[in-house]
């Protein structure tokens, strides 16, 4: 639990920096960068920091593939336009662990939709992107998918971040 208030207190305060700004451009083109920007900000530092964990994990395991790098960018970009903040985030969050048959009922309340949905609402952004990246966007929280590494990455990277 410890992690998750950390989490919080890093999306609270912290900013993109530039060496963050030119991270992002190295690997996102112009228009996915304008998409990017949309994200809250919270959503921006979280986007970067699974990325570049992702960056590091996948030298590691001589894995590292650019499409990977910019799937973790843009993983979360189906979140824009739905009324996301660090609050109703950290609520959402909190009473999926706590209460989430409550949650799962009201899918119907755009936030909560949002919540369950974004990989999939997040392809209605990003229609000129490679497949694979797609794929990894797509599948970023279907943890029954062991055989992909790379695909294991992201996931790992976003849930530690």
Do not use: W
Not at 17 to 46: A, G, M, W
Not at 97 to 124: C, D, F, G
Not at 135 to 144: G, P, Q, T, V
């Amino acid at each position: 639990m410890f992690y998750r208030v950390r989490q919080f207190i890093t999306a609270a305060f912290k900013r993109l920096t530039k060496e963050d700004i030119n991270f992002i451009n190295q690997y996102l083109n112009s228009y996915e960068v304008q998409i990017f920007k949309k994200l809250p900000r919270y959503c921006q530092v979280h986007s970067v920091k699974v990325a570049k964990d992702a960056l590091d994990e996948s030298l590691k395991k001589n894995l590292y593939d650019i499409a990977l790098i910019k799937a973790c960018l843009l993983h979360d970009i189906g979140k824009i336009n739905c009324g996301f903040n660090i609050f109703t985030n950290s609520i959402i969050v909190i009473i999926e662990k706590l209460l989430p048959s409550l949650l799962k009922r009201n899918k119907k309340i755009k936030i909560v939709n949002t919540y369950y949905n974004h990989p999939e609402i997040a392809l209605n952004y990003i229609k000129d992107v490679d497949s694979y990246v797609k794929y990894l966007i797509l599948n970023h929280h279907n943890y029954s998918l062991k055989e992909d590494e790379r695909l294991n990455i992201l996931q790992k990277c976003d849930c530690k971040n």
